[in-house]
């Protein structure tokens, strides 16, 4: 199994509040992405990182900002959580042959 | 932007009969992925198809990619009740994003 690990697992916050979801890869790939998972939607990219400060936006990023610091960690932050961004995020890494693509396994976020 | 279309959403079939999940996507791409999640489980990787005509299997499934009609199948051969699952594919782009499919909810009954 890849060396992806998500914190926090599970997060319960209120409206309006900003959040952090960190995801943390020992593989030292290049590539690291950053999903939400809703019944009916699939997977829909959030933000994406090609290397250190080097981060684009996906198809669904508003409301969402991403920092890439260091290669192994990928931050994803709700400035202001709001309860249409109750979901399972997902985050996935890709090396630089892009052969594949593996996911951490998850944060289950709820907004109340 | 790439679009990624799945067919069925939902899958019943009896254990024993064979099936064909279909994975269409809007534009040139040569790299399709197909993965399998369980309930309250991460995406695992299935499969990883790179050029035109690539055809895989493992055990009872097989995974193959028409470039040309931007069609990748994924055929299940003798269903099991451990098949049940999502079956996911996904499209990579020229930028390296990943696009998904919804997703074909697979039940496999006794």
């Known amino acids: 199994d890849a060396g992806i690990t998500q914190s926090p697992r599970h997060k319960v916050t209120e409206t309006g509040t900003p959040v952090t979801l960190r995801c943390h890869q020992t593989?030292?790939?290049?590539?690291m992405y950053w999903y939400r998972q809703d019944p009916g939607h699939g997977l829909r990219l959030i933000h994406y990182?090609?290397?250190?400060?080097?981060?684009d936006k996906g198809e669904v990023s508003d409301g969402y900002s991403v920092s890439r610091s260091k290669t192994e960690d990928f931050l994803l932050t709700l400035e202001s959580a709001t309860s249409s961004q109750t979901s399972v995020y997902f985050c996935?890494?890709?090396?630089?042959?892009?052969?594949?693509?593996?996911f951490g396994p998850g944060t289950r976020l709820t907004v109340t | 932007e790439l679009k990624v279309e799945q067919n069925p959403l939902f899958l019943s079939m009896q254990e024993g009969k064979n099936y064909t999940i279909y994975c269409n996507y809007s534009?040139?791409?040569?790299?399709l992925y197909w993965y399998r999640q369980d309930p309250g489980k991460s995406l695992e990787s299935l499969f990883v198809?790179?050029?035109?005509?690539a055809v895989k299997q493992e055990g009872r499934l097989m995974a193959s990619l028409d470039t040309k009609a931007r069609l990748s199948t994924l055929h299940i051969t003798a269903a099991v009740h451990d098949l049940s699952a999502t079956y996911f594919c996904?499209?990579?782009?020229?930028?390296?994003?990943?696009?998904f499919g919804t997703g074909t909810s697979l039940t496999v009954i006794p």
């Open positions: 996904a499209v990579a782009n020229t930028g390296n994003q990943f696009y």
């Open positions: 198809l790179l050029s035109n005509g």
């Open positions: 990182s090609y290397g250190v400060k080097d981060t």
């Open positions: 534009t040139t791409s040569d790299r």
């Open positions: 996935a890494i890709s090396g630089y042959t892009l052969r594949d693509l593996y």
């Open positions: 593989e030292n790939h290049r590539y």
